[in-house]
């Protein structure tokens, strides 16, 4: 699994609340997609009350959480979070921007194996990860 979805690491993690990574250990865990979805909502409810965060970038939150799935990702194109919930896709790109500019996402190449600092249009095999979700998930182990 971690040789497709390099950000699922055996190694421990520098600072695991400002990662986007988790651990190979604790995504084995989670076989069990109900729980791991009740994780990633808790994830997404612990940044509702921000102030920083516009009401757009709440709504990408929204949706990157319905589209997370067994990869530890969400990697849906841009253009299908903005039908999801209605902004365009200059809008979406700006949200993702602000979101991947204050930490809250990172947006991982799967196939070079590396993360970007900025999106560009036509970008395939992209996944995005929520920020200290990683150590969310470690500490809602039962």
Known sequence: M???YWWIVTNEIDNPEKSGLVKFAV???YDNYAKLKRVVWKWFRSHLDRRDISS???LILWCLCERYGKSFSSHDAVTYYGQM???SHVTMS???ASLMDKNLIWCAKQDQKKMLKKMRSGMQHKH???VGLGMMLESEID
């Open 56 to 58: 757009r970038d709440k």
């Open 2 to 4: 971690n040789d497709e």
């Open 27 to 29: 995504a084995n865990k």
């Open 128 to 130: 995005f990860l929520l």
């Open 85 to 87: 919930c209605g902004l």
């Open 94 to 96: 700006k949200g993702f």
